[in-house]
């Protein structure tokens, strides 16, 4: 089915392990971006990226890498867990750029750090 | 950044009211999205709308840009209308796409 993909549903980490929140999309976006979701505030952007090779950070990048290397995939890093980056990550899509028209949210990865 | 901010945070209804959602902007946009996040997490597109009026069955939305504000009707309200309904837009003078989010309003829809 068409949409976007993320990997895994739900993650434990310890303080100072890293890890990899996988995102994928099969509908050809060029416009990729990952956000999280804390209690009782909106998303809020860490990274995007308008085509592949190409990345920006966003309002909270701190603590957080991103590569794109196809189309396809956006993964984000997590360096060094630390208990503040507890939060739901939403990866998301847009066939347009400019306007950011057509965005296609993942199902969420839920992380918890202790 | 643009400001978004929504109200009210907060709103329970009984099946079969109608409602009426806000969203107040701080600067003009390219775009206007509102979005559904139903109680098992799942964000869902509702409509995109930088200006005029859309509808979408008992949904419908109104943005008018020049005020600087959007309206999100939802009529003869169910249970399954409950959750998170979000705002979002992307200022003019972007040229990246970047949605900036209101912080939602939380929607409680009793039998």
């Known amino acids: 089915n068409a ?25 050809n976006h060029e416009y990729m971006s990952w956000y999280r979701q804390d209690p009782g505030m909106g998303l809020r952007l860490i990274h995007y990226s308008v085509g592949a090779g190409i990345t920006d950070q966003g309002e909270v990048p701190n603590g ?35 306007t950011g028209d057509g965005y ?3 199902s969420g990865t839920r992380l918890t750090v202790v | ?15 079969g009211a109608n409602s009426t959602l806000r969203c107040n902007f701080s600067d003009s946009v390219n775009n ?20 005029g009026t859309k509808q979408n069955g008992r949904l419908s939305a ?10 999100l009707y939802i009529s003869s309200s169910q249970t399954t209308d409950s959750g998170v309904y979000f705002c979002a ?11 900036y989010f209101g912080r939602g309003t939380q929607l409680t829809v009793w039998p």
Not at chain 1, 5 to 27: E, H, I, R, Y
Not at chain 2, 7 to 15: K, Y
């Open chain 2, 62 to 71: 109104t943005t008018v840009a020049t005020e600087r504000y959007s309206l």
């Open chain 2, 32 to 51: 206007l999205q509102w979005f559904h996040q139903n109680p098992w997490g799942q964000l869902i597109n509702l409509f995109y709308i930088p200006s």
């Open chain 2, 1 to 15: 950044g643009i400001q978004v901010e929504q109200s009210p945070p907060d709103l329970i209804l009984q099946e």
């Open chain 1, 3 to 27: 949409g976007v993909t993320q990997t895994p549903k739900f993650q434990v980490l310890k303080t100072g392990q890293s890890m990899t929140l996988q995102c994928a999309q099969d509908m």
């Open chain 1, 64 to 98: 957080y890498n991103v590569s794109r290397s196809t189309t396809e995939d956006f993964p984000l890093r997590l360096l060094s867990a630390a208990p503040s980056q507890t939060s739901v990550y939403f990866c998301a899509s847009s066939y347009s750029i400019s």
């Open chain 2, 89 to 99: 837009v992307v200022d003019r003078g972007s040229t990246l796409g970047r949605l």
């Open chain 1, 104 to 106: 296609t949210f993942g």
